[in-house]
């Protein structure tokens, strides 16, 4: 788990050029649900290509905890599942570390499973909004004891007699609807969730591939996603995906770093997870994607980035926000190089991420010479252009991997060094950040 042990300063100094081929690590979101299905599934899954970042192995723990044998061989995982209402009682608190992600999916796959859980995690974690999964799973019969707030620690009673639910989402979210869908898996008869907006699609995706029936239909309300309660998973192959989210890291640092040429291979560009790409293509980023192809049923391609001196700032469609969500911080770096104004807005989610996301990058980036405006729910940023962002500045990651990485892009580009007082969160989501962006030239060092 990040932000227990003694801080990783780090200073990020003007780079160049970024040349060679950048391999990211699995996808966190489909890493976390192949464990997690794969739990609820009845025999062996073996999973290859899985993210070994901290949050996702703090949801292996958690999977074992609950009942299911979780093995890694060489790289190779297997989940040995206790079946759809199958899971034990743990019999200690289920510390899940910085992830979201984790702790609230596996919330809902507990949730209607007669057992009784008590979560955890660090301080990012325990100060975030657990409410809008616990008021879900009430509905399906569920009981949670929290701090103010739905705050962790919070000991969740799983519904001994679940009953299906029909949930229109309150905002937003992927962790949510896969919350509710996963607690539906446990209750007999249809559960349905309705998303106004569309958001990241794995969990339906990989509940079909894991032999539940699940559909989806797009209505005046949204998009309606129905799953029939009580199926027997079957195990599965799977080979997880590169993470869009960590390709954009090497992608946005080609791109303001002078002669640049970066290769990012065998992109997932599913379009629930692909905004941020088209958004620096929209602000005329040098960027394309070689060798398109379909793999495992989703759309892929090879990345390719190259310094883009003539940005230019655009208003970010809003309804393309969940669709870039995680992005929205290292955008933020790529904008003030671009010129002219960068607007964001219908962002509210990022302020309840592992930091309050928009304040954590406006601070850095004033500090650093940027003019950023901000309100509740939006934020705009007024480019520099290239050359001219100052940096020289100490800035905080505030237990938040997408802020640490973000500063380290945003160095590589200022005229004086941006020194990052804490770069250890990073090995939640992408721990081979450091050595993947110095063979691609990038000046990172501890200090
Ligand atoms: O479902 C997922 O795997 C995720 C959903 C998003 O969170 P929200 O659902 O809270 O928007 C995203 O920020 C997170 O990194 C991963
Ligand atoms: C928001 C994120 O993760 P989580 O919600 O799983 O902590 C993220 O990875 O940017």
Redesign the pocket.
Known sequence: MSGHGTPVPMVSSKSGPLTGEANVPGD?SISHRSLILGALAIGETKITGLLAGE?VLDTAKAMRAFGAEVTEVDGTWSVHGVGVGGFAEPDNVIDCG?????VRLIMGAMGTSPVTATFTGDAS?RSRPMGRITDPLAEFGARAYGRTGGRLPLTLVGAADPVPVRYLLPMPSA?VKSAVLLAGLNAPGETVVIEPEPTRDHTERMLTGFGAEVSAEQTNEGRVITLKGRPELKPQTIVVPRDP?SAAFPVCAALITEGSDVLVPNIGLNPTRAGLFETLRDMGADLSYENPRDEGGEPVADLRAKFSPDLEGIEVPPERAASM??EYPVLSVVAAFARGRTIMRGVKELRV??SDRIDAMAQGLRAAGVTVEEGEDWWIVEGRGFGDVPGGVTVESRLD??IAMSFAVLGFATEQPVRIDDASPIA??FPIFESLMATLGAKLERV
Do not use: P, V
Not at 98 to 102: A, I, K, P, Y
């Open positions: 966190k949050d910085n992830s979201g992600t984790g974690l962790q989210s969500i995680d991420k592992e991997h997408r939640t989501s």
